[in-house]
């Protein structure tokens, strides 16, 4: 589908802009940087997860617009679980908890046919330049020494991919869709709960998520090792190294200093078992 109108901005990300398009109907629409084969994967996984019981928006079509491609949704009205966070941060505990919950209906998926989590970050580090020689050969060996999985991983999780509605939570955004084990999936949650800077925002929310951040990570991984007792935290930990290594290559600004000291810290210090 081609098309040339597009309706109010409602958000906007990293790698695109959302507007509000036919009636009940959302158009995310890539900015033009954005790989064809990105788009692709997308739409693939959409089509996809529809056949999952998960609570995510529909995929409805695709289209090109002012040479920009785009993906139409179904709608979903609420507010997002961050937006939560930063305007009633009273409600955080049960917020990361729930969060912690919706993960777990995710890994309780299979992802056959998706991209290997293991093959893709053993693909970024090797590509990544930020690393000194000797930490990069750590990672990748701790890598190598990591079990693989079958588990869907949304892969880019976090409490601005879930907006709260009226008829219960939706999971946006599923374009790092992959398979593999679910603690790496918990480790990219956590890596981005702690280091990632949340772009488009007022100094003062982003202020306010800064305070709450450890006690967001906190929260939500205690629930998910209820949720899985056999998983420990030490498990989790080891795969947070090479998540948070190959977050390196996305070279954003605010995060790298503070990544590649986590890492060092990480490999000299003993983990909890």
């Not at 000797?134 to 991919?161: M, Y």
């Not at 488009?200 to 990570?217: T, Y």
């Amino acid at each position: 589908m081609t098309s040339t109108v597009k309706g109010r901005l409602i958000a906007k990300g990293r790698t695109a802009e959302v507007y509000a398009w036919q009636e009940k109907q959302v158009l995310k629409l890539f900015h033009d940087w954005v790989p064809e084969d990105w788009v692709r994967r997308e739409l693939e996984m959409g089509r996809a997860l529809s056949t999952t019981s998960l609570p995510t928006p529909r995929l409805v079509d695709s289209l090109s617009l002012d040479g920009r491609r785009g993906i139409i949704f179904e709608r979903v009205a609420g507010p997002s679980m961050l937006q939560l966070l930063t305007t009633q941060p009273w409600r955080l505990v049960s917020l990361a908890r729930q969060l912690a919950e919706l993960h777990s209906m995710i890994h309780a998926q299979n992802g056959a046919g998706f991209a290997s989590v293991h093959s893709s970050l053993l693909a970024t580090l090797t590509q990544t330049e930020s690393l000194p020689t000797q930490i990069k050969g750590d990672v990748l060996n701790l890598l190598r020494r990591l079990p693989d999985g079958t588990a869907l991983c949304h892969f880019d999780f976090h409490p601005d991919q879930v907006m709260l509605t009226p008829h219960g939570p939706m999971i946006l955004d599923w374009m790092t869709a992959r398979q593999g084990d679910p603690l790496a999936d918990v480790a990219r949650t956590l890596v981005l709960v702690t280091f990632g800077q949340v772009p488009h925002i007022n100094r003062l929310k982003r202020n306010l998520i800064n305070i709450f951040r450890r006690a967001v990570g906190r929260s939500y991984l205690g629930r998910y090792l209820e949720l899985h007792p056999r998983v420990t935290q030490g498990q989790v930990e080891a795969w947070m190294i090479p998540v948070a290594a190959a977050r390196l290559i996305e070279n954003i600004p605010g995060e790298q200093q503070t990544i590649l000291e986590f890492i060092a810290r990480s490999l000299r210090e003993p983990r909890a078992a």
